[in-house]
C-alpha cells in the first residue's frame, strides 16, 4: 500500500495497533494523519492533526467529516 502524499485517517490513535499506525504512515511519508482519539492527544509531528473521535458519538463523526478536507486512507482500528 502505498502511503507516501497520501491523507490517512487512524481511529484508536492513541495506542495500540491505531498508534503504531500513526508512527508508521508517518514514516512512510504521508502528507497528512488524522488521529482520532477520545481523549485529547498532542504530537510532535506537524503532519498529525488529532481529532476528537467516540466512533460511538454521532456528533463527533459528523465534526471529522467537516474537518477532514479529503481522504485516501481509512484505519479503523478503534477497538470496540
Ligand atoms: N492486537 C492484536 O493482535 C489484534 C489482532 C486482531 C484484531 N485486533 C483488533 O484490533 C483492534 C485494536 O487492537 P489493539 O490491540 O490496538 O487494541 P487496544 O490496545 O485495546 O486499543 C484499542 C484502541 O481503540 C480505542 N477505542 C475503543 N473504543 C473506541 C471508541 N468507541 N471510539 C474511538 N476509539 C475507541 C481505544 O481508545 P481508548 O484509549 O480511549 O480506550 C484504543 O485507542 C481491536 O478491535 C482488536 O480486537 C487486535
Given at each position: 500500500m502505498?502511503?507516501?502524499d497520501r491523507t490517512v485517517l487512524v481511529t484508536g490513535a492513541n495506542r495500540g495497533i491505531g498508534?503504531?499506525?500513526?508512527?508508521e504512515a508517518l514514516r512512510r511519508g504521508a502528507k497528512r494523519v488524522y488521529a482520532g482519539t477520545r481523549q485529547p492527544l498532542a504530537h510532535s509531528d506537524g503532519r498529525v492533526t488529532p481529532l476528537t473521535l467516540d466512533v460511538t458519538n454521532a456528533a463527533q463523526t459528523l465534526s471529522g467529516v467537516e474537518?477532514?478536507?479529503s481522504?485516501?486512507?481509512l484505519f479503523f482500528i478503534a477497538g470496540l
Open positions: 502505498t502511503i507516501a498508534q503504531a499506525l500513526v508512527e474537518i477532514v478536507e481522504l485516501d486512507i
